[in-house]
């Protein structure tokens, strides 16, 4: 085996700590697969039931019309995608939906707003929202863009417990997706955010046109970050027509798999999420996903504007391979 990608069988985690280098995730990531599943599987089971997979529900309490011009998203005004922006939901709406999510076995709710920042006349509102949430006994997430130090600070006294920030793709292939913030503005959000206390949710997207070596430096930015992200969504493009990124081709299923398996092996101990583009995975795809250390989903019919499985189809997924919701705080 690389002398880089050691034998995790006789040390499965110990020396899977920051900071990482490209050669060594690069070396891990390139490994035959059934040795990357192996060792991904090993670390996952020295710090996660393997059998048990934590869901989330996903509302978009502010849809479309925002500012960005991030290449995949049908919410940015400067596609033609045909989604009609939003005002912001009312809170009691917002509660009534999350009742809904918990009563269905849904442990954390997000709740994302198509926004470049919040405002301050928006905040009242998505405080009420985060306390509202919290009371029913749910783990609260929100994505609202850029936040300032102050702004994530009242998030945090509000109970907020996670804030969602993707990095979306490596520094490398970042201005080829977005030009109207850059790398370093999301890597500030990010600090505010920890800076603030509130726990970390940050991944990316693959599948947009960017090559191998791209997935791997996302996966290092993220776990040499101060902290592992306590979350770490993984999503598979979903091409959405009039956005830029419409005729992009597919990621290989395979592929896919690895980029799950080496963010368990380098991030041991984050929730790892299998996030959009589920509807175009096939079962087999998504038990592999599982295999390689992924423990949490989003559920119900809708992910934000794009389709998802709907929860009888999780369902039966889950007792197909024995799979058990994951319950609030543990692993």
């Not at 089971?45 to 479309?64: A, E, H, M």
């Not at 979306?168 to 500030?188: G, K, N, P, V």
């Not at 992009?248 to 395979?254: D, R, T, V």
Request: aromatic share 6%; glycine share 6%; hydrophobic share 40%.
């Amino acid at each position: 085996m690389n002398e880089l990608c050691p034998d995790l069988t006789s040390d499965p985690i110990g020396w899977a700590l920051p900071p990482w280098t490209r050669a060594e995730a690069q070396a891990l990531h390139d490994a035959p697969f059934n040795d990357l599943l192996f060792q991904a599987q090993t670390v996952h089971r020295q710090n996660f039931d393997p059998n048990k997979v934590q869901l989330s529900r996903l509302l978009s309490i502010k849809t479309g019309g925002c500012p960005e011009d991030c290449g995949y998203c049908s919410q940015s005004a400067h596609h033609e995608s045909g989604l009609k922006a939003s005002k912001l939901m009312e809170v009691r709406r917002v509660i009534a939906e999350a009742t809904k999510a918990r009563d269905a076995g849904a442990t954390r709710y997000c709740m994302g707003a198509a926004w470049r920042n919040p405002k301050a006349r928006d905040m009242d509102a998505v405080v009420a929202m985060v306390e509202g949430v919290k009371a029913l006994g749910m783990e609260t997430c929100m994505t609202l863009g850029m936040l300032d130090l102050e702004q994530a600070a009242r998030l945090k006294q509000a109970g907020l417990d996670y804030y969602n920030h993707n990095i979306d793709t490596s520094e490398r292939y970042y201005s080829e997706i977005i030009s109207t913030r850059t790398f370093a503005d999301r890597l500030d959000t990010l600090a505010n955010v920890r800076d603030s206390g509130i726990k970390v949710c940050c991944g990316g997207i693959v599948g947009m046109g960017e090559e191998p070596v791209d997935r791997i430096d996302m996966l290092v930015t993220l776990a040499n970050l101060p902290e592992h992200p306590e979350s770490v969504p993984i999503n598979m493009l979903i091409p959405i027509e009039g956005t830029p990124l419409a005729e992009a081709k597919p990621i290989e299923p395979i592929e896919f798999v690895r980029v799950i398996a080496l963010a368990r092996i380098m991030m041991p101990k984050s929730h790892v999420r299998l996030s959009a583009g589920r509807t175009a995975m096939t079962d087999e795809m998504q038990a592999l996903c599982f295999f390689a250390g992924a423990n949490s989903i989003f559920v119900g019919d809708t992910l934000l504007t794009a389709d998802n499985p709907g929860e009888d189809k999780d369902t039966l997924l889950f007792q197909r391979l024995g799979i058990e919701p994951m319950e609030i705080g543990t692993q």
